[in-house]
């Protein structure tokens, strides 16, 4: 049992392997947000990650880190990039940086398999080793992050991981931010609204359930392998057309879907060879899509589900399908 | 004939470019220092690269911008990444956005050809395309800086470049800050002192002289091929113990040397392929090794060089001799 501090903790990947982890190790939470109910037999601080102060006490006696917090999103503006590499690369490096000086051993980074690479996979998915040429802002940031978190590793700061998760969906996921195609097709499906989507929908992408995700980063705790990055994905390309129907069939809504010119900054085909994940960590995805479908319909269905934490998510899903609606 | 501001042209490169692209442009210089004397006919602004309405009043009119400036160097601590990206990355990044946001519509960037690759050459030297891999948070920070840039490109925000200069070396190159085995063993072998160099000189590494640095950065400002990302070297591996041979010769001292324990960090073969450069830029270095060091070497001994700008650099050198020696 190792005492874990997870950071961005009240998030979607943040919840669910806060989950994963407890009881199984010594849990410390941290997130601006206060804890959720959901988690309620963790530790919790709440606090901003840019308290240097505060993340030093807090990590401080915790042998691992878990960072999950991000001050960026894919699909943000590519018209600051200055602001852009402040906030998010600065900030997260000085979150690792005061984690090793804190005596904390072992750092787990959640890098992004969808944005690093930015290039087509090929048929038997993306290794570790493929080009690394991210079309946007925030695939540009976390590749920074994993090769400075490597030169970390490489000098013996801390030893770090990056764990490179393509695109993950599930239950708790919200449709608020732009993230998340299959909570966006929940959502609308849901609510009798029409989906924009960007091209044709024929390009293919590497979806991965949130307890998938949650799994593979309780057992990077163990990792002890010699690679610094770790695709973390399903292996299977699916498009995005696939995943409407798959949503029509599990809502049991005809979702329609309006199809906008495509952005050339989308790579076609996006999915990740596992077999690093599987050699060094023993980890591949354990849920198959249509049974994660499944679940998260049920999830998006449900509104008020029992679990409170879930509960209030799926509450404020509904409250913004009304609003919208 | 274009309007080019050179942001850190008192620099070893900068002196260069600022002199090459003389008569043939329209230069303005800006620096922290004051101008330098032998750079008297160019339009001048002194003051500092994060001093944003400077930066954007000296940049609006200009054509293109060459970024040479730099608040990092290949040897800097890697103790302090978070600070290395503040002042590096966002630095830079700040500068590059402020000539889009004011009209500039090309932007050179050096990047370092000896150090985003990170891995060591094939016998044809590295292609633009191979893995980058840096050793040292220097290395990660131009590569990020070539993304970010990329990206402002693709976007349509201005048109940039990185050239991936290899080994820079010449008159004019100080050895004060650990920066240039070439101008460190002029200075030792001229001052009688031991040079100690790391590993036993046999790795080899790729050395161009500056006056080819310079009419690289001149032929960008045509460039309209597809490349973001052009290598600028020699395309000569060349051993360490090959140099030191070679300033014995060149200077007629014995330069005795030390070998001290080589650091993991260092590549053993960094070469560039340089097939790209001639293809889009119509460039190849011209200055043979052997002539280059001739003329460094003549530059070193002269101490008093007539050039007043080069002679004070000089002199500074002869100083820092006769203080250490």
């Known amino acids: 049992m190792k005492r874990v501090l997870v950071i961005g903790a009240a998030g979607f990947i943040g919840r669910a392997v806060c989950t994963e982890l407890q009881g199984r190790h010594d849990v410390v939470g941290l997130d601006i947000t206060p804890r959720p109910a959901d988690l309620c037999g963790l530790d919790w601080v709440s606090g901003s990650i840019t308290d240097q102060p505060l993340v030093a ?74 080009p690394t040429r991210p ?31 393509s695109n993950p969906y599930g239950e708790g996921q919200r449709a608020l931010r732009g993230q998340g195609l299959i909570a966006a097709a929940m959502q609308h499906a849901l609510s009798g609204r029409r989906l924009p989507i960007w091209g044709d929908g024929t390009v293919e992408r590497d979806f991965l359930h949130v307890s998938d995700v949650a799994l593979a980063f309780a057992a990077a705790l163990s990792h002890d392998g010699p690679s610094t990055e770790i695709n973390i994905g399903s292996g299977q390309a699916v498009s995005i057309n696939d995943i409407l129907a798959a949503v029509r069939r599990v809502t049991g809504q005809p979702l329609d879907v309006d199809y906008v010119q495509g952005r050339s900054i989308d790579v076609r085909r996006s999915v990740l060879n596992v077999a690093c994940a599987e050699r060094e960590l023993g980890w591949r995805a354990q849920i198959a899509l249509d049974r994660g479908l499944e679940r998260t319909a049920r999830w998006w269905q449900q509104g008020t589900a029992q679990h409170a934490g879930i509960g209030q998510f799926a509450r404020e899903g509904r409250a913004e399908i009304a609003k919208s609606g």
Chains 1, 2 share one sequence.
Do not use: W
């Not at 915790?62 to 960072?67: L, R, T, V």
């Not at 904390?104 to 998915?125: I, K, L, R």
């Not at 940031?141 to 994993?146: G, P, Q, T, V, Y």
């Open 57 to 130: 006490s807090t990590a401080s006696g915790c042998d691992a880190a878990i960072f999950l917090a991000s001050t960026s999103l894919p699909g943000s503006s590519q018209a600051d990039l200055a602001g852009e590499v402040s906030s998010h690369v600065v900030g997260s490096l000085q979150v690792a940086e005061t984690c090793a000086a804190n005596g904390v051993g072992q750092f787990v980074f959640a890098s992004s398999g969808g944005t690093v690479y930015g290039t087509d996979a090929p048929e038997e998915g993306l290794p570790e080793t493929a």
């Open 135 to 165: 079309r946007n802002g925030y695939g540009v940031s976390k590749l920074a992050l994993e090769h400075y978190l490597r030169l970390m590793r490489e000098t013996g700061r801390m030893r770090t991981l990056s764990l490179r998760i």
